[in-house]
Protein backbone atom coordinates (compact mmCIF):
# COMPACT_ATOMS: atom_id res chain seq x y z
CA UNK A 1 0.00 0.00 0.00
CA UNK A 2 1.69 3.28 -1.37
CA UNK A 3 1.49 5.92 2.25
CA UNK A 4 2.84 9.52 0.87
CA UNK A 5 1.21 10.33 -2.22
CA UNK A 6 -2.24 10.92 -3.26
CA UNK A 7 -4.85 8.88 -4.35
CA UNK A 8 -4.46 7.53 -8.15
CA UNK A 9 -7.54 6.10 -10.21
CA UNK A 10 -6.48 4.20 -13.11
CA UNK A 11 -9.64 4.55 -16.48
CA UNK A 12 -9.45 1.36 -18.69
CA UNK A 13 -10.94 2.02 -22.38
CA UNK A 14 -10.88 -0.39 -25.88
CA UNK A 15 -11.36 2.31 -27.81
CA UNK A 16 -11.41 0.09 -31.66
CA UNK A 17 -13.69 2.74 -33.02
CA UNK A 18 -14.37 6.06 -33.36
CA UNK A 19 -14.20 8.67 -30.26
CA UNK A 20 -16.70 8.20 -27.65
CA UNK A 21 -15.10 5.88 -25.53
CA UNK A 22 -12.03 8.34 -25.25
CA UNK A 23 -14.00 12.14 -24.41
CA UNK A 24 -16.01 9.89 -22.09
CA UNK A 25 -13.26 8.62 -20.27
CA UNK A 26 -10.76 12.22 -20.83
CA UNK A 27 -14.25 14.29 -19.41
CA UNK A 28 -13.92 12.55 -16.13
CA UNK A 29 -10.34 12.22 -15.56
CA UNK A 30 -10.03 15.97 -15.71
CA UNK A 31 -13.33 16.63 -13.52
CA UNK A 32 -11.79 13.83 -10.98
CA UNK A 33 -8.51 16.08 -10.98
CA UNK A 34 -10.26 19.31 -10.98
CA UNK A 35 -12.20 17.84 -7.47
CA UNK A 36 -9.49 17.02 -5.66
CA UNK A 37 -5.76 18.73 -6.17
CA UNK A 38 -3.88 15.60 -4.81
CA UNK A 39 -5.40 12.71 -7.20
CA UNK A 40 -3.46 11.52 -10.85
CA UNK A 41 -5.21 9.75 -13.25
CA UNK A 42 -3.96 7.46 -16.02
CA UNK A 43 -6.26 5.91 -19.04
CA UNK A 44 -5.40 3.32 -20.61
CA UNK A 45 -6.64 3.27 -24.22
CA UNK A 46 -6.25 1.65 -27.69
CA UNK A 47 -6.81 5.24 -29.64
CA UNK A 48 -5.00 5.89 -32.28
CA UNK A 49 -5.60 9.61 -32.10
CA UNK A 50 -5.18 10.25 -28.19
CA UNK A 51 -2.40 12.16 -29.01
CA UNK A 52 -4.28 15.10 -30.65
CA UNK A 53 -5.87 15.55 -27.22
CA UNK A 54 -5.06 17.80 -24.50
CA UNK A 55 -4.80 16.68 -21.21
CA UNK A 56 -4.30 18.07 -17.81
CA UNK A 57 -2.27 18.39 -14.82
CA UNK A 58 -2.11 15.01 -13.42
CA UNK A 59 -3.86 12.92 -15.95
CA UNK A 60 -1.91 10.80 -18.55
CA UNK A 61 -2.36 8.19 -20.92
CA UNK A 62 -0.70 4.57 -21.60
CA UNK A 63 -1.92 4.03 -25.51
CA UNK A 64 -1.87 -0.05 -25.88
CA UNK A 65 -1.83 -1.66 -30.00
CA UNK A 66 -4.76 0.04 -31.58
CA UNK A 67 -7.23 -2.87 -33.29
CA UNK A 68 -9.87 -2.73 -35.22
CA UNK A 69 -13.43 -4.43 -35.67
CA UNK A 70 -13.78 -5.52 -39.45
CA UNK A 71 -16.98 -6.19 -41.68
CA UNK A 72 -16.88 -9.83 -40.68
CA UNK A 73 -16.88 -9.37 -36.84
CA UNK A 74 -13.78 -10.29 -36.42
CA UNK A 75 -10.60 -7.88 -35.25
CA UNK A 76 -7.08 -7.15 -37.02
CA UNK A 77 -4.22 -5.55 -35.72
CA UNK A 78 -4.39 -1.24 -36.73
CA UNK A 79 -1.14 -0.96 -37.59
CA UNK A 80 1.08 -3.60 -36.81
CA UNK A 81 1.81 -6.95 -39.32
CA UNK A 82 1.00 -9.36 -36.67
CA UNK A 83 -1.75 -11.33 -35.79
CA UNK A 84 -4.81 -10.42 -33.77
CA UNK A 85 -4.10 -13.11 -31.08
CA UNK A 86 -0.69 -11.91 -30.52
CA UNK A 87 -2.00 -7.92 -30.47
CA UNK A 88 -4.21 -8.99 -27.79
CA UNK A 89 -1.71 -11.05 -25.65
CA UNK A 90 0.49 -7.39 -25.94
CA UNK A 91 -2.36 -5.49 -25.10
CA UNK A 92 -3.34 -7.82 -21.53
CA UNK A 93 0.18 -7.63 -20.93
CA UNK A 94 0.40 -3.73 -20.86
CA UNK A 95 -2.43 -3.19 -19.25
CA UNK A 96 -1.85 -5.82 -16.26
CA UNK A 97 1.61 -4.42 -15.96
CA UNK A 98 0.82 -1.29 -16.13
CA UNK A 99 -2.04 -1.85 -13.13
CA UNK A 100 0.40 -3.30 -11.04
CA UNK A 101 2.89 -0.51 -10.93
CA UNK A 102 0.61 2.54 -10.83
CA UNK A 103 -1.73 0.74 -7.97
CA UNK A 104 -4.81 2.64 -8.47
CA UNK A 105 -7.10 3.22 -5.23
CA UNK A 106 -9.87 2.71 -7.98
CA UNK A 107 -10.22 1.20 -11.36
CA UNK A 108 -13.10 2.66 -13.82
CA UNK A 109 -13.75 0.31 -17.21
CA UNK A 110 -15.70 2.05 -19.40
CA UNK A 111 -18.42 -0.17 -21.43
CA UNK A 112 -16.93 -3.53 -21.75
CA UNK A 113 -17.33 -5.35 -18.49
CA UNK A 114 -14.28 -7.58 -19.50
CA UNK A 115 -12.22 -5.92 -21.91
CA UNK A 116 -11.99 -6.42 -25.23
CA UNK A 117 -11.96 -10.41 -26.13
CA UNK A 118 -11.17 -10.57 -22.02
CA UNK A 119 -8.54 -8.48 -22.16
CA UNK A 120 -8.88 -6.75 -19.15
CA UNK A 121 -10.25 -9.63 -16.69
CA UNK A 122 -6.32 -10.80 -15.48
CA UNK A 123 -5.91 -7.08 -14.09
CA UNK A 124 -9.69 -7.36 -12.49
CA UNK A 125 -8.51 -10.18 -10.77
CA UNK A 126 -5.15 -8.79 -9.65
CA UNK A 127 -6.84 -5.17 -7.93
CA UNK A 128 -9.37 -6.99 -6.64
CA UNK A 129 -6.86 -9.06 -4.45
CA UNK A 130 -5.22 -5.84 -3.87
CA UNK A 131 -8.37 -3.94 -2.62
CA UNK A 132 -9.15 -1.99 -5.42
CA UNK A 133 -12.23 -0.46 -5.98
CA UNK A 134 -13.47 -1.85 -9.82
CA UNK A 135 -16.12 0.14 -11.06
CA UNK A 136 -18.03 -0.63 -14.05
CA UNK A 137 -19.18 2.38 -16.17
CA UNK A 138 -21.90 2.31 -18.63
CA UNK A 139 -23.64 4.84 -20.89
CA UNK A 140 -27.31 5.81 -20.90
CA UNK A 141 -28.25 3.22 -23.26
CA UNK A 142 -25.96 -0.03 -24.23
CA UNK A 143 -28.25 -1.41 -27.25
CA UNK A 144 -31.28 -3.88 -27.78
CA UNK A 145 -31.65 -5.73 -24.65
CA UNK A 146 -32.37 -9.33 -26.73
CA UNK A 147 -28.65 -8.15 -28.61
CA UNK A 148 -26.89 -6.75 -25.16
CA UNK A 149 -27.96 -10.03 -23.69
CA UNK A 150 -26.94 -12.51 -26.33
CA UNK A 151 -23.77 -10.70 -26.58
CA UNK A 152 -23.20 -10.92 -22.84
CA UNK A 153 -23.83 -14.30 -22.71
CA UNK A 154 -21.19 -14.91 -24.92
CA UNK A 155 -18.33 -13.26 -22.90
CA UNK A 156 -19.53 -14.52 -19.90
CA UNK A 157 -19.95 -11.20 -18.22
CA UNK A 158 -22.49 -12.31 -15.52
CA UNK A 159 -19.59 -13.70 -13.07
CA UNK A 160 -17.48 -10.74 -13.59
CA UNK A 161 -20.49 -8.18 -11.83
CA UNK A 162 -21.30 -10.65 -9.71
CA UNK A 163 -17.72 -11.60 -8.33
CA UNK A 164 -15.21 -8.75 -9.53
CA UNK A 165 -17.24 -5.35 -9.58
CA UNK A 166 -17.69 -3.29 -6.72
CA UNK A 167 -20.23 -0.44 -8.41
CA UNK A 168 -22.18 -0.20 -11.56
CA UNK A 169 -22.07 3.48 -12.57
CA UNK A 170 -25.17 4.62 -15.07
CA UNK A 171 -24.17 8.11 -16.91
CA UNK A 172 -27.47 8.48 -17.37
CA UNK A 173 -30.93 8.91 -15.58
CA UNK A 174 -33.61 6.17 -14.99
CA UNK A 175 -36.40 7.81 -16.34
CA UNK A 176 -34.60 8.26 -19.78
CA UNK A 177 -32.97 4.50 -19.81
CA UNK A 178 -32.30 1.32 -18.14
CA UNK A 179 -29.34 -0.10 -20.38
CA UNK A 180 -29.41 -3.10 -18.39
CA UNK A 181 -33.39 -3.85 -18.98
CA UNK A 182 -34.12 -7.08 -20.70
CA UNK A 183 -31.14 -8.44 -19.19
CA UNK A 184 -30.91 -11.61 -17.26
CA UNK A 185 -28.69 -10.13 -14.01
CA UNK A 186 -29.43 -10.84 -10.84
CA UNK A 187 -30.81 -8.35 -7.87
CA UNK A 188 -27.31 -8.75 -6.37
CA UNK A 189 -25.81 -6.85 -9.45
CA UNK A 190 -28.79 -4.72 -9.89
CA UNK A 191 -28.10 -3.45 -6.28
CA UNK A 192 -24.90 -1.70 -7.21
CA UNK A 193 -26.40 0.41 -9.97
CA UNK A 194 -25.90 3.91 -9.31
CA UNK A 195 -27.76 6.83 -11.88
CA UNK A 196 -24.93 9.68 -11.91
CA UNK A 197 -26.91 12.03 -14.52
CA UNK A 198 -25.19 12.91 -17.80
CA UNK A 199 -21.51 14.51 -17.65
CA UNK A 200 -22.08 18.07 -18.44
CA UNK A 201 -19.34 19.78 -21.42
CA UNK A 202 -17.74 22.75 -21.08
CA UNK A 203 -15.93 24.69 -23.48
CA UNK A 204 -12.03 24.25 -23.34
CA UNK A 205 -9.57 27.25 -21.71
CA UNK A 206 -8.06 28.28 -24.98
CA UNK A 207 -6.93 31.93 -26.15
CA UNK A 208 -8.86 31.67 -28.83
CA UNK A 209 -11.95 30.08 -30.76
CA UNK A 210 -10.86 28.14 -33.83
CA UNK A 211 -10.70 30.27 -36.89
CA UNK A 212 -13.05 28.62 -39.17
CA UNK A 213 -15.78 30.27 -36.68
CA UNK A 214 -14.73 33.29 -38.03
CA UNK A 215 -15.31 31.71 -41.86
CA UNK A 216 -18.37 30.82 -41.23
CA UNK A 217 -19.34 34.79 -40.80
CA UNK A 218 -22.77 34.50 -38.41
CA UNK A 219 -25.06 31.76 -37.07
CA UNK A 220 -24.17 28.32 -38.93
CA UNK A 221 -25.65 24.87 -37.91
CA UNK A 222 -23.12 21.81 -36.85
CA UNK A 223 -23.14 18.67 -38.41
CA UNK A 224 -21.13 16.21 -36.86
CA UNK A 225 -21.08 12.52 -37.05
CA UNK A 226 -18.43 12.25 -33.88
CA UNK A 227 -15.54 10.12 -35.10
CA UNK A 228 -16.76 10.07 -38.50
CA UNK A 229 -16.24 6.37 -39.15
CA UNK A 230 -20.12 5.62 -40.17
CA UNK A 231 -21.32 9.04 -40.77
CA UNK A 232 -21.40 8.76 -44.68
CA UNK A 233 -25.13 8.52 -44.55
CA UNK A 234 -25.62 11.63 -42.48
CA UNK A 235 -23.23 13.93 -44.66
CA UNK A 236 -24.39 12.98 -48.08
CA UNK A 237 -28.27 13.31 -46.81
CA UNK A 238 -27.53 16.80 -45.10
CA UNK A 239 -25.58 18.03 -49.03
CA UNK A 240 -28.86 16.55 -50.27
CA UNK A 241 -30.29 18.81 -48.39
CA UNK A 242 -28.54 22.23 -49.55
CA UNK A 243 -28.02 20.81 -52.98
CA UNK A 244 -31.90 20.40 -52.85
CA UNK A 245 -34.08 23.85 -54.96
CA UNK A 246 -35.04 24.88 -51.85
CA UNK A 247 -32.28 24.33 -49.28
CA UNK A 248 -31.96 25.29 -45.94
CA UNK A 249 -31.71 29.24 -44.79
CA UNK A 250 -28.70 28.73 -41.90
CA UNK A 251 -25.27 28.12 -43.62
CA UNK A 252 -23.78 24.59 -42.33
CA UNK A 253 -20.41 23.66 -40.96
CA UNK A 254 -19.37 19.68 -41.59
CA UNK A 255 -16.96 18.17 -38.99
CA UNK A 256 -16.26 14.99 -40.82
CA UNK A 257 -14.32 13.44 -38.06
CA UNK A 258 -10.87 11.21 -38.07
CA UNK A 259 -11.85 8.35 -39.19
CA UNK A 260 -14.05 8.79 -41.89
CA UNK A 261 -12.80 7.33 -45.40
CA UNK A 262 -10.38 8.85 -47.09
CA UNK A 263 -12.55 8.44 -50.59
CA UNK A 264 -16.06 9.65 -49.27
CA UNK A 265 -14.31 12.40 -47.63
CA UNK A 266 -12.34 13.61 -51.06
CA UNK A 267 -16.47 13.08 -52.53
CA UNK A 268 -17.92 14.88 -49.68
CA UNK A 269 -15.50 17.85 -50.26
CA UNK A 270 -16.15 18.04 -54.34
CA UNK A 271 -19.74 18.51 -53.27
CA UNK A 272 -19.08 21.16 -50.66
CA UNK A 273 -16.41 23.11 -52.80
CA UNK A 274 -20.15 23.96 -55.06
CA UNK A 275 -21.99 24.90 -52.29
CA UNK A 276 -21.27 28.68 -50.76
CA UNK A 277 -23.33 28.10 -47.62
CA UNK A 278 -21.21 24.55 -46.39
CA UNK A 279 -18.03 24.37 -44.93
CA UNK A 280 -16.27 21.44 -44.37
CA UNK A 281 -13.27 20.35 -41.37
CA UNK A 282 -11.59 17.06 -40.74
CA UNK A 283 -11.17 17.30 -37.36
CA UNK A 284 -10.78 19.06 -34.32
CA UNK A 285 -9.66 18.21 -31.23
CA UNK A 286 -12.35 20.75 -29.21
CA UNK A 287 -15.29 20.15 -30.89
CA UNK A 288 -17.32 21.94 -27.83
CA UNK A 289 -15.76 25.22 -28.49
CA UNK A 290 -17.62 24.57 -31.82
CA UNK A 291 -20.83 23.05 -30.51
CA UNK A 292 -21.00 25.97 -28.11
CA UNK A 293 -20.72 29.05 -31.12
CA UNK A 294 -23.68 27.01 -33.03
CA UNK A 295 -27.47 27.82 -33.98
CA UNK A 296 -27.82 24.24 -33.99
CA UNK A 297 -26.13 20.38 -33.83
CA UNK A 298 -26.94 17.62 -36.30
CA UNK A 299 -26.12 14.99 -35.29
CA UNK A 300 -26.13 11.13 -34.94
CA UNK A 301 -27.23 10.66 -31.38
CA UNK A 302 -23.95 8.95 -29.94
CA UNK A 303 -23.32 9.35 -26.11
CA UNK A 304 -21.03 12.88 -25.93
CA UNK A 305 -22.67 14.39 -28.75
CA UNK A 306 -25.93 14.44 -27.04
CA UNK A 307 -23.89 15.14 -23.49
CA UNK A 308 -22.43 18.12 -25.39
CA UNK A 309 -25.91 19.02 -26.74
CA UNK A 310 -27.88 19.43 -23.37
CA UNK A 311 -24.53 21.14 -21.76
CA UNK A 312 -24.79 24.04 -24.46
CA UNK A 313 -28.26 23.79 -24.72
CA UNK A 314 -28.90 23.56 -28.22
CA UNK A 315 -31.22 22.72 -30.93
CA UNK A 316 -30.78 19.35 -32.21
CA UNK A 317 -31.76 17.04 -34.83
CA UNK A 318 -30.71 13.65 -34.20
CA UNK A 319 -30.38 11.24 -37.32
CA UNK A 320 -29.24 8.48 -35.66
CA UNK A 321 -27.80 4.83 -37.63
CA UNK A 322 -29.25 1.49 -36.29
CA UNK A 323 -26.52 -0.62 -37.05
CA UNK A 324 -24.21 -2.75 -35.50
CA UNK A 325 -26.27 -1.42 -32.66
CA UNK A 326 -29.48 0.55 -31.88
CA UNK A 327 -28.20 2.43 -29.04
CA UNK A 328 -28.40 5.72 -30.77
CA UNK A 329 -32.05 5.13 -32.30
CA UNK A 330 -33.36 4.39 -28.97
CA UNK A 331 -31.71 7.34 -27.44
CA UNK A 332 -32.25 9.72 -30.08
CA UNK A 333 -36.47 8.27 -29.65
CA UNK A 334 -36.67 8.49 -26.27
CA UNK A 335 -35.20 12.00 -25.75
CA UNK A 336 -37.85 13.50 -28.75
CA UNK A 337 -40.13 11.86 -26.07
CA UNK A 338 -39.14 13.98 -23.32
CA UNK A 339 -38.82 17.37 -26.08
CA UNK A 340 -34.96 17.43 -25.59
CA UNK A 341 -34.40 17.16 -29.39
CA UNK A 342 -35.90 16.67 -32.66
CA UNK A 343 -35.37 13.03 -34.88
CA UNK A 344 -35.31 11.96 -38.29
CA UNK A 345 -35.30 8.33 -38.61
CA UNK A 346 -33.27 7.36 -41.74
CA UNK A 347 -35.45 5.51 -43.78
CA UNK A 348 -32.85 4.50 -47.13
CA UNK A 349 -34.12 6.90 -48.90
CA UNK A 350 -32.53 9.83 -47.63
CA UNK A 351 -34.99 12.18 -49.08
CA UNK A 352 -33.45 15.83 -49.82
CA UNK A 353 -36.90 17.76 -49.02
CA UNK A 354 -37.57 15.81 -46.06
CA UNK A 355 -34.31 16.70 -44.86
CA UNK A 356 -34.38 20.33 -46.02
CA UNK A 357 -37.33 21.04 -44.23
CA UNK A 358 -36.20 19.40 -41.15
CA UNK A 359 -32.99 21.90 -41.53
CA UNK A 360 -35.22 24.96 -42.02
CA UNK A 361 -37.71 24.19 -38.54
CA UNK A 362 -34.19 23.57 -36.92
CA UNK A 363 -34.15 27.19 -35.53
CA UNK A 364 -37.71 27.24 -34.14
CA UNK A 365 -37.47 24.34 -31.86
CA UNK A 366 -37.92 24.53 -28.33
CA UNK A 367 -34.34 24.45 -26.54
CA UNK A 368 -33.24 21.48 -23.95
CA UNK A 369 -33.30 23.91 -21.20
CA UNK A 370 -37.19 24.21 -21.52
CA UNK A 371 -38.00 20.91 -20.38
CA UNK A 372 -37.03 21.19 -16.86
CA UNK A 373 -35.20 17.12 -16.02
CA UNK A 374 -34.25 17.28 -12.13
CA UNK A 375 -30.62 15.67 -12.02
CA UNK A 376 -30.43 15.83 -16.17
CA UNK A 377 -26.58 17.02 -15.99
CA UNK A 378 -24.83 16.27 -12.61
CA UNK A 379 -23.02 13.25 -13.68
CA UNK A 380 -19.54 14.99 -12.97
CA UNK A 381 -20.40 15.73 -9.43
CA UNK A 382 -22.00 12.41 -8.69
CA UNK A 383 -18.80 10.96 -10.62
CA UNK A 384 -16.29 13.03 -7.84
CA UNK A 385 -18.38 12.10 -5.09
CA UNK A 386 -18.63 8.71 -6.09
CA UNK A 387 -14.66 8.07 -6.45
CA UNK A 388 -14.05 9.93 -3.28
CA UNK A 389 -16.46 7.56 -1.20
CA UNK A 390 -14.28 4.32 -2.82
CA UNK A 391 -11.02 6.08 -2.32
CA UNK A 392 -12.39 6.14 1.76
CA UNK A 393 -13.89 2.79 1.29
CA UNK A 394 -10.63 1.43 0.46
CA UNK A 395 -8.58 3.19 3.12
CA UNK A 396 -10.93 1.19 5.21
CA UNK A 397 -10.26 -1.88 3.81
CA UNK A 398 -6.45 -1.77 2.63
CA UNK A 399 -4.84 0.24 5.69
CA UNK A 400 -5.43 -2.01 8.80
CA UNK A 401 -3.73 -4.94 6.44
CA UNK A 402 -0.37 -2.98 5.21
CA UNK A 403 -0.40 -1.86 8.66
CA UNK A 404 -0.26 -5.37 10.27
CA UNK A 405 2.28 -5.84 7.68
CA UNK A 406 4.55 -3.32 8.49
CA UNK A 407 4.39 -4.38 12.56
CA UNK A 408 5.18 -8.06 11.83
Known sequence: MRENDGPRVLIYSHDTFGLGHLRRCRTIAHSLVAADKTMSVLILSGSPIIGSFDFRARVDFVRVPGVIKLRNGQYTSLNLLINIEQTLAMRSSIIQHTAEIFDPDVLIVDKEPLGLRGEVAPTLE???????????????????????????????????????????????????????????????????????????????????????????????????????????????????????????????????GPFLKSESKVKFLRRVNCLPSVKAITFDANLETLIAHAEGVVAMGGYNTFCEILSFDKRALLVPRTRPRREQAIRASRAQELGLVSMLAPDGSRDARAMATALRQLPQQPLPSEEVVPGLLDGLENVNRLVAHGLTDRRARVWPRAVARQGR
Not at 127 to 148: E, H, I, S, Y
Not at 237 to 250: F, I
Open 126 to 256: MLKRRGTRLVLGLRDVMDDPDLLGEEWERKNVAPALSRLYDDIWVYGLPQFCDPLAGIGVPNSVRRKLTYTGYLRRTEPLLPAAPAIIDEMGGPYLLVTAGGGGDGEELFDWVLRAYESRRPPTLPALMVF
